[in-house]
């Protein structure tokens, strides 16, 4: 199968460091607004959008929460800047109705040429959840996530009209016109067996964040066995998140990761480490395990470097090295069964020029890439590159 290369939008702000200018900690779940040396800008985000696609990328990801700006209105924003480029929009289930949402999605592909994807984040952390009001534990959160999405497939395109009785929702004789794009494609991550279990039933992309290939190839075994147990074993596809540094030699690149490692003090990365021990998050323990908060182990696989997860939540890893040695991790995780890459590097602008025009090359020469989504000839409700998407509307 295709490889499909992503990009990252900064909706937070853009800098050149793990740590912005003012020294907080990126993408911090502490609903503080912190924009970096570059504020995130429909003027500045334009300009990545824009890069992306020239670029090749097929997506790009943009994050959710209090933190950064609104996922649904930059993007739809930038639609009117691009053509092509597809937006991998994160929000929280839960928080609105998902018969809202999947008429809030298809106006977006309307909008949009079916470029919308969705990736479905159902939050790890309950201080940032109560922040929005949602007071139920980390496995309700998940058996809510598992209803909402049940209403979100059932309701595009139903005829008859869908209706829904359970836990969390009562959805009365329901459905949303989705024509003529179909639902988007859903991306759905998480750790925890209550995640494993929802993604394996609803999700058409599962995706993880960087670990080693014996680490991924023992997740992707288990999920693709809850897939089969849910008579989806031909559904379920697989993506991966990661940092990179792509340079035109590893000497080059491991430099760029030694500065990025000199802008950490030992106390914030204390401070950090004590906060991810505490989460909900097993994705996220898993990421702070590859470590243990020791900058002198950061290596946990030829050019994967866990420097990032120091003090980032989230994806912590970052494949580093030469164009050449990017690729081939690249191709590596791509035939353990991964077939989406979403990738991201700081500053955003200039580290996509650098991976596009180097290691991405590489693996368009050797004939990986996905062909670029064409709006114009789209297949409705496929995943990124037409490929058809299985159970599109149910």
């Known amino acids: 199968m295709a490889l499909h290369l992503h990009w990252f939008l900064p909706t937070r702000g853009d800098d050149r460091g793990i740590v912005s200018s003012n020294g907080e900690a990126d993408f911090a779940a502490d609903g503080v607004h912190n924009p970096g040396f570059r504020p995130p800008t429909i003027e500045y985000l334009g300009q990545i959008a824009r890069a992306a696609e020239q670029l090749g990328y097929e997506a790009v990801l943009t994050p959710t929460g209090l933190w950064c700006e609104d996922a649904w209105i930059v993007t739809a924003a930038l639609t009117q800047v691009t053509s092509r480029l597809r937006f991998l929009v994160a929000f929280r289930p839960g928080l609105i109705s998902p018969t809202l949402a999947a008429h809030q999605a298809a106006t977006f592909q309307r909008v949009s040429g079916g470029r919308l994807l969705l990736n479905i984040v159902t939050g790890g952390d309950s201080a940032e959840q109560r922040r929005l009001g949602d007071h139920l534990d980390h496995d309700q959160r998940y058996a809510r996530t598992d209803e909402f999405l049940t209403v979100l497939r059932g309701v595009a395109g139903a005829n008859p009209a869908f209706s829904f009785t359970g836990e969390h929702y009562d959805i009365q004789e329901a459905t949303v016109d989705v024509a003529p794009w179909g639902r988007p494609p859903i991306f759905f991550g998480g750790a925890s067996p209550a995640a494993e279990q929802v993604a394996a039933r609803r999700a058409d992309v599962y995706l993880a964040w960087g ?102 939540g989230g994806a912590g890893t970052a494949i580093v090295g030469s164009h050449e040695q990017v690729a081939e991790r690249i191709e590596e995780y791509h035939a353990l069964g991964l077939d989406h890459f979403i990738l991201s590097g700081q500053p955003h602008l200039e580290e996509a020029y650098q991976m596009a025009e180097g290691a991405a090359e590489l693996l368009r020469a050797r004939g990986l890439l996905a062909a670029p989504h064409d709006p114009a000839g789209g297949v409705p409700g496929g995943v990124p590159g037409g490929e058809p998407l299985a159970g599109a509307v149910r």
């Not at 490692?261 to 106390?267: E, F, I, P, V, W």
């Not at 480490?273 to 900058?295: N, P, T």
């Open 211 to 312: 670990e080693t290939p014996a680490q991924i190839t023992e997740r992707l075994d288990r999920m693709r066995s809850l897939a089969a147990a849910a008579g989806r074993a031909d559904e379920l596809r697989f993506g991966i998140r990661f940092h990179v540094i792509s340079r035109d030699t590893a000497a080059q690149a491991w430099a760029e990761a030694d500065r990025l490692l000199a802008g950490l003090d030992d106390a914030r990365i204390a401070a950090h480490q004590a906060v991810f021990a505490a989460s909900e998050s097993v994705g996220q323990r898993r990421m702070a395990a590859l470590h243990g908060g020791d900058r002198t182990s950061l290596e946990v696989y030829p050019n994967i470097w866990a420097g990032y997860g120091l003090v980032r």
